[in-house]
């Protein structure tokens, strides 16, 4: 396929021109374009354009600005094909999935078009005569998204289609490994925007550029609102530094995701989960599964038939229908896989697959790893298909050996025991924030807020109430007297 037609088709003028960041292809390494970098005064002039934006915008009533994403999710209907065949070319996801991923754009647009005629707040009982409360939401200002290479477009929708409705701008910072695909979306945008007649200039905007880009959004006191997306560590300089200026985040980082299989499991749905969970993507997902807990009643049962699996699972151009594993993004990532099977081995683990397939780009074989003790290389994530597999005999033990990790993303049991599983949700069970039962860890809805806990930075985004966040909350309180009580009794006669 032809990557000029399919920008352009897109709607993006040319990829080929700018100087400054090359993008290439895990597909087999090549070069696919070279995109103009925004330098510290484009980025400057972004946020200002931002700012007016947002002053205009915030008077524009909710459901107005709903048409415009409902408008923004025609246009990605429209270029669903396309814009999922750049997402697997640019980060290597294969196509379903990259169509997927467009869907999952979609999908949100829709809820958060209702959303705009939903923003609720609350009436509130006063304590004086004469007195009404209320609580009201209010646009928050500019929303600075700073997004990962592995879900190069939906996270930024995640983020701007309810950021728009709740009457705020928005200014993206996509991954330097995927700025194709960030390009796309915005020349979407722009259609949309464009039909819709209205939208302010700077509404929403790309900045191109590597973590100083990045830092530059969030060291700067007019961005409201910094949701960044990628690793702990990034989340870790982020997180002090808006809190340095008294800005918001909306932290979502790392996760180390864990799944227990339960003796009274069904094996053949647990052996499709745990293959998608953590050998599809080529276990770059955030929510990929990667600690495996199992009964010791059901070790033997489970593990060769999962081994079987894996070995069946083909590994190849993600643009091919029969593949399901595609590559890693890059050499680092590859070295990393192996940096981490070589730790695991040296902690007595038994390494099935791992094997580096040969062709152009760093394709790998998913690899499991048997060990018995989770401790070293297991407490960290390892952005590869790796899947650590250990026994238990206790359920309690068990829970609280996949609690033991710092990150707190997602997590899953295997059982059809409902005691089991309702104690795996309760209170005392997975502290993620995301928990399910016979389901895998991964390819979460939109419907309901993602996110996780602990050092996976504790910020919920797209479904249920995630909306709060990109608003500010006034409380109000309205005397319609003409007396002037105070709360709590208190006197104060002039
Ligand atoms: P990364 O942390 O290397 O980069 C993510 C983004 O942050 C990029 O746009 C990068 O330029 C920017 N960045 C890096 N350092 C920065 C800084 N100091 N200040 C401002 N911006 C900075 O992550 P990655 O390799 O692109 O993605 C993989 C990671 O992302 C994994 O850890 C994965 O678990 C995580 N992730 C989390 C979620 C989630 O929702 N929890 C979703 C997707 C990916």
């Given at each position: 396929m032809n990557i000029e037609d399919l920008l352009s088709r897109l709607?993006?003028?040319?990829?080929?021109?700018?100087?400054?960041l090359a993008v290439s292809t895990?597909?087999?390494?090549?070069?696919i374009g070279n995109v103009a970098v925004d330098d510290a005064a484009a980025i400057d002039a972004k946020i200002a354009a931002a700012e007016a934006a947002f002053l205009a915008w915030r008077e524009v009533p909710a459901p107005k600005r709903g048409e415009l994403v409902r408008l923004l999710g025609e246009a990605l209907r429209a270029h669903k094909e396309d814009l999922g065949r750049l997402v697997t070319i640019e980060c290597g996801k294969i196509l379903s999935e990259g169509l997927g991923e467009v869907q999952e754009m979609i999908d949100i647009c829709d809820f958060a078009a209702g959303l705009s005629r939903q923003l609720y707040g609350l009436t509130i009982a006063s304590e004086r005569p004469g007195h009404h409360m209320r609580e009201s939401w209010h646009p928050l200002g500019v929303v600075g998204v700073i997004s990962a290479f592995n879900f190069p477009v939906a996270v930024w929708s995640w983020n701007a289609a309810l950021a728009l409705v709740c009457g705020d701008s928005v200014l993206w910072k996509p991954s330097e490994k995927t700025p194709l695909t960030a390009l796309a979306v915005q020349a979407l945008f722009e259609k949309a925007a464009a039909k819709f007649g209205e939208a302010p200039e700077g509404l929403s905007q790309v900045i191109i550029g590597a973590r100083e880009a990045g830092e530059q959004m969030v060291d700067d006191?007019?961005?409201?609102?910094v949701s960044a997306t990628g690793s702990t560590r990034m989340g870790r300089e982020v997180g002090p530094r808006v809190a340095k200026r008294f800005g918001r985040t909306l932290l979502e980082l790392g996760g180390n995701n864990a799944g227990v299989v339960a003796p009274s499991a069904d094996l053949d749905l647990a052996v499709r989960a745990i293959c998608f969970a953590a050998a599809g993507t080529a276990g770059q997902r955030?929510?990929?599964?990667r600690r495996l807990f199992v009964h010791e009643e059901i070790y033997d049962a489970l593990i060769p038939r999962l081994k079987k699996a894996y070995g069946s699972l083909m590994v190849g151009?993600?643009?091919?229908?029969?593949?399901l594993v595609g590559p890693l993004i890059d050499r680092a990532a590859f070295d990393r896989m192996h940096y981490a099977l070589d730790r695991a081995r040296a902690q007595g683990g038994a390494v099935t697959g791992g094997e580096h397939v040969d062709r152009p780009g760093y394709y790998v074989r998913p690899a499991l790893v048997e060990l018995e003790n989770h401790d070293g290389i297991v407490l960290e994530e390892t952005f590869a298909p790796i899947l650590y597999v250990f026994k238990y005999s206790d359920i309690d033990d068990a829970i609280a050996m996949q609690n033991s990790v710092g990150q707190g993303l997602s997590s899953c049991i295997f059982t059809r025991d409902v005691l089991e599983a309702e104690r795996f949700l309760s209170?005392?069970?997975?502290?993620?924030?995301i928990a399910n039962v016979?389901?895998?860890?991964?390819?979460?809805?939109?419907g309901g807020a993602f996110g996780g806990e602990k050092e996976t930075g504790g910020g919920r985004e797209s479904g249920?109430?995630?909306?709060?966040?990109?608003m500010r909350r006034q409380t109000q309180t309205v005397n319609y007297s003409s007396a002037l009580p105070l709360a709590q009794g208190v006197k104060f006669d002039v």
């Amino acid at each position: 396929m032809n990557i000029e037609d399919l920008l352009s088709r897109l709607g993006v003028e040319s990829a080929a021109s700018g100087a400054g960041l090359a993008v290439s292809t895990p597909v087999d390494g090549t070069e696919i374009g070279n995109v103009a970098v925004d330098d510290a005064a484009a980025i400057d002039a972004k946020i200002a354009a931002a700012e007016a934006a947002f002053l205009a915008w915030r008077e524009v009533p909710a459901p107005k600005r709903g048409e415009l994403v409902r408008l923004l999710g025609e246009a990605l209907r429209a270029h669903k094909e396309d814009l999922g065949r750049l997402v697997t070319i640019e980060c290597g996801k294969i196509l379903s999935e990259g169509l997927g991923e467009v869907q999952e754009m979609i999908d949100i647009c829709d809820f958060a078009a209702g959303l705009s005629r939903q923003l609720y707040g609350l009436t509130i009982a006063s304590e004086r005569p004469g007195h009404h409360m209320r609580e009201s939401w209010h646009p928050l200002g500019v929303v600075g998204v700073i997004s990962a290479f592995n879900f190069p477009v939906a996270v930024w929708s995640w983020n701007a289609a309810l950021a728009l409705v709740c009457g705020d701008s928005v200014l993206w910072k996509p991954s330097e490994k995927t700025p194709l695909t960030a390009l796309a979306v915005q020349a979407l945008f722009e259609k949309a925007a464009a039909k819709f007649g209205e939208a302010p200039e700077g509404l929403s905007q790309v900045i191109i550029g590597a973590r100083e880009a990045g830092e530059q959004m969030v060291d700067d006191p007019r961005v409201a609102l910094v949701s960044a997306t990628g690793s702990t560590r990034m989340g870790r300089e982020v997180g002090p530094r808006v809190a340095k200026r008294f800005g918001r985040t909306l932290l979502e980082l790392g996760g180390n995701n864990a799944g227990v299989v339960a003796p009274s499991a069904d094996l053949d749905l647990a052996v499709r989960a745990i293959c998608f969970a953590a050998a599809g993507t080529a276990g770059q997902r955030c929510t990929s599964l990667r600690r495996l807990f199992v009964h010791e009643e059901i070790y033997d049962a489970l593990i060769p038939r999962l081994k079987k699996a894996y070995g069946s699972l083909m590994v190849g151009d993600p643009s091919a229908p029969e593949t399901l594993v595609g590559p890693l993004i890059d050499r680092a990532a590859f070295d990393r896989m192996h940096y981490a099977l070589d730790r695991a081995r040296a902690q007595g683990g038994a390494v099935t697959g791992g094997e580096h397939v040969d062709r152009p780009g760093y394709y790998v074989r998913p690899a499991l790893v048997e060990l018995e003790n989770h401790d070293g290389i297991v407490l960290e994530e390892t952005f590869a298909p790796i899947l650590y597999v250990f026994k238990y005999s206790d359920i309690d033990d068990a829970i609280a050996m996949q609690n033991s990790v710092g990150q707190g993303l997602s997590s899953c049991i295997f059982t059809r025991d409902v005691l089991e599983a309702e104690r795996f949700l309760s209170a005392a069970g997975s502290d993620c924030g995301i928990a399910n039962v016979n389901i895998g860890p991964s390819g979460a809805e939109i419907g309901g807020a993602f996110g996780g806990e602990k050092e996976t930075g504790g910020g919920r985004e797209s479904g249920s109430d995630a909306w709060k966040a990109y608003m500010r909350r006034q409380t109000q309180t309205v005397n319609y007297s003409s007396a002037l009580p105070l709360a709590q009794g208190v006197k104060f006669d002039v």
